[in-house]
């Protein structure tokens, strides 16, 4: 019986098992460092596929949220938002409300007060959001039990990543435009003709910051539609969900999941069709930064310039949103080539936590989380030659003088 515990191959009674002629034979080739001709972080087909990226099988539990609960934290979400916006208004109808006003009057009372151009709009808005931020501040590091800083992955993002996100806010900004114009536009003629289609024209939130625009302070505006979803919406969106339906079911369906949970709680159909690229980008960043903060940046900057933009054109600017801005194939194609490169180099040079071997850490899933404390890694950002930035700026560069001669072309 003994005999059963020993290793195949050392069982005296067992003939020693010869290795099939199909298994490699490592080399010590097999383990060189690649040289800067070789990569930008790494070979560029070969570990497109890397299985770092990969759902990896791992006989442990995989993290959640699942889809059910995904979607329980959506409505949590509207719920905060509904029950928020009630209480605020409440709050400051109170100490408004007068004799006169009777009970059937109330209703359009309070919708009066966050109509454009009332004097508290902008602490309607503003202290809404606040609230939704509260939550999400408080609700998350109870999903997470004491592991928020290690399952966000709050460390800050290397900053050639933070020079390529910076450069990918207007490409992804124009590029995401476009697609609400062109839906837009269809939009509007299927409303034409289905006059319940138009209901959801009072939930759209571009509709919102053009019409506050005009009443609210720059800074007011960036706090309620830059500042608060950036940081709220992506410890829901990448944080929580993201993160538990990428470990569950792989980058590529996970990713695709997460991205139009997103964009479905923007509501209006038009606005779905355009922030579903946006979301798709904001979890890539997410997953090649290793940095919660990386999704963060590039939120804050795409909502602060679509808050600027609707701004100017709420004073009389153009307005690039509108259906009569002309189309330009030349920005088009420059903002998809620009989109394509700086998303390359995002990838190549990719966050990558190295055990003392040389292997990379992984848990077994895909994930954008800190290894354990107690394990020792080396972070490792690949090699990036200057031919590869130099593409990259010369690409950006391309991409802002068509936008240059787009807005001068428009404002005319």
Sequence with gaps: MSDMLLPPGENPHEPARSTPDFLPVPSPADNASPTPAESCGRT??????????RPQAHPGHKPGPGLPESL????????????GSLFVTLLVALPLMTSTVTLPELPSFLMSLGEPGSPYLATLICSTQLLLLLAAVVAVPLRFAGRTAQALNTALPHPLHVAAIAGLVLPLGWFSSEI?????????????????????????????????????????????????????EELLFRGVIGRGLVA????????????LLFAVVHVHPVHVAAVIPIGIALHLIYLATRSFWAP??????????????????????????????????????????????????LYRTRTRYLLADGEEWSPGYVTAEQPPADLTVTQDNGLCSRRVLLTAGSAWAAFAVAFAAELVAFAR
């Design 44 to 53: 560029a087909v070969v570990e497109f596929f890397d299985e770092s990226f």
């Design 72 to 83: 329980i934290w959506i409505a949590g979400l509207f719920t905060v938002q509904i029950v």
């Design 180 to 232: 609400y114009r062109v839906a837009l536009a269809g939009w509007q003629r299927l409303a034409d003709t289905r006059p319940w289609m138009q209901l959801f024209d009072h939930t759209s939130s571009v509709e919102l910051v053009q019409s506050a625009g005009g009443t609210m302070p720059l800074g007011h505006l960036l706090l309620a539609f830059a500042i608060v979803p950036a940081v709220a």
């Design 248 to 259: 569950r079911w792989g980058m590529v369906a996970g990713v695709a999941m997460a991205s």
């Design 296 to 345: 963060v940046l590039l939120h804050f900057l795409n909502n602060a310039w679509a808050t600027v933009a609707s701004e100017m054109a709420s004073r009389g600017g153009a307005d690039p949103l509108s259906l009569e801005a002309p189309f330009s194939p030349a920005l088009l194609l420059s903002s998809l080539t620009t989109i394509i490169v700086l998303g390359a180099l």
